[in-house]
Each structure stands twice: as C-alpha cells, then as structure tokens.
C-alpha cells in the first residue's frame, strides 16, 4: 500500500510567485491534515480536512494561503504571492477514520522562498 | 489546549549508551501522546504512541517510553543506541476530537562511535 505522497519534494521560488503544493493521502483516508515547519521552530498545524470539507483552518496564518481537496482525494496547497517567511517544510499527513489517532505523514515540501 | 516541551535541542549519545529523550506536555483533557522520528532526507515516522491503554508503550527499532500522569511526562528511551538512530525525534501530542497534533521543538540526536 503507498503512503502519503507529496509533490514536489523541493520547491525554490521567487518572492511573489505562487506555488502549489500536492498531497495524495493513503487511498480511503478521510482525514487530511497539512503542517508546516519553519526553520527553527516546532512543526505547526495548518488545516484539517475531513473528506472534501475543511474541518479545523486555524492554523493557516493569513489569505495568501488556499488548501484545497478535491472531491475528498487529493489536497492542494497554494501560497500566492509567495513571502520569505513562507520558507519552511510542508508536511502532509492521512487517517483512515474520525476517532483514529495516528496520523500517516509524508516526506514534505521543502518551500525555499528567494 | 495542549503544549509539548522537549528538554534539549541536541542530545549527543555514544554507541551502545543510553538514550533518553524528554517530553512534557500540558493538556486539559486525556491526552494522546507520540513520538515521531525524522531520518534526514525522510518524513515523519511513528516510533510509538500512547492511547490511554498500558503506560509503558513500546515501539520500532527497541525504543520505549512511558506515560507519568502525575508528571505529565512522556520520555523516550532506547536502552543501547545504535548509529542508525542519528535522527531528529518529535514528541506530540493531541488532545482534541479532530486529533490535531501539536508538537515539540524537536530533539536532534548524534551517536559517537
């Protein structure tokens, strides 16, 4: 069975550019989860899907972030403009179930924002 | 809300020495707790977790940590390191229905041969 699966694994852009991140969850996993790492601080919760529904975006720091899931599948992750403190790990992670602890995480997005 | 402190940023072990990991947390409610292990270049992967069953858990690669209430700790430990434990170690915990987690700074660990 394949993991988590985020693309791309690297990312270097230019301040201003948009990026879009990918995660394909483990196959049947209703709970999406993205976090973020930036340099030198704890691993941060950013939203939380349940399905194609945004169930917790909390954690997402400002509007020029947009998560999208489509069709309860796949989630995007665009950051547009892109800003240097944007600059960190993406990191995305599934559960099969509501009431399911453990959450599968993938290798992350290394975002570099120049 | 829930909180996790990790003591230590740098833990540096020799081989076959003892490694221990610490974790505290806070939360208002039962917590769940896990450790999480980073290899370079890797994602994160679950070494172990605690879901209110038995306090002392076991996981991967011989490590094992253990539940104190009182203490509301949950340190890690490996009884003889090996090289191949060089990682970056995670504690989280979740506390919430979504099961969100929140994590510790993180702990980098060297083994010396």
């Known amino acids: 069975e394949a993991g988590v699966t985020q693309f791309p694994s690297h990312s270097v852009i230019e301040k201003g550019q948009t990026v879009t991140l990918r995660c394909d969850p483990i196959s049947g996993h209703d709970n999406l989860y993205w976090y973020r790492r930036v340099m030198g601080k704890e691993i941060k919760f950013l939203l939380h899907f349940v399905k194609e529904s945004k169930q917790d975006e909390s954690g997402m720091p400002n509007n020029r972030f947009l998560a999208e899931r489509t069709g309860g599948t796949y989630s995007t992750l665009k950051v547009q403009p892109a800003e240097l403190e944007d600059s960190g790990v993406y990191f995305c992670?599934?559960?099969?179930?509501?009431?399911?602890?453990?959450?599968?995480f993938g290798q992350g997005t290394r975002l570099t924002v120049v | 809300a829930q909180s996790v402190t990790q003591l230590g940023s740098h833990v540096s072990v020799s081989e076959g020495a003892l490694v221990l990991l610490r974790c505290n947390y806070s939360s208002s409610v039962p917590p769940y707790l896990f450790w999480y292990v980073q290899y370079p270049n890797q994602g994160l992967q679950l070494l172990l977790k605690?879901?209110?069953?038995?306090?002392l858990v076991k996981g991967i690669n011989g490590f094992e940590a253990e539940f104190k209430k009182s203490e509301t700790s949950f340190h890690l430990t490996k009884p003889s390191a090996h090289m191949s434990d060089a990682a970056e170690y995670f504690c989280?915990?979740?506390?919430?229905?979504?099961?969100?987690?929140?994590f510790g700074a993180g702990t980098t660990v060297t083994v010396r041969a």
């Open positions: 605690y879901t209110s069953a038995a306090t």
């Open positions: 989280a915990v979740s506390a919430s229905a979504d099961y969100k987690l929140s």
């Open positions: 992670a599934s559960s099969p179930i509501a009431g399911y602890p453990e959450a599968f």
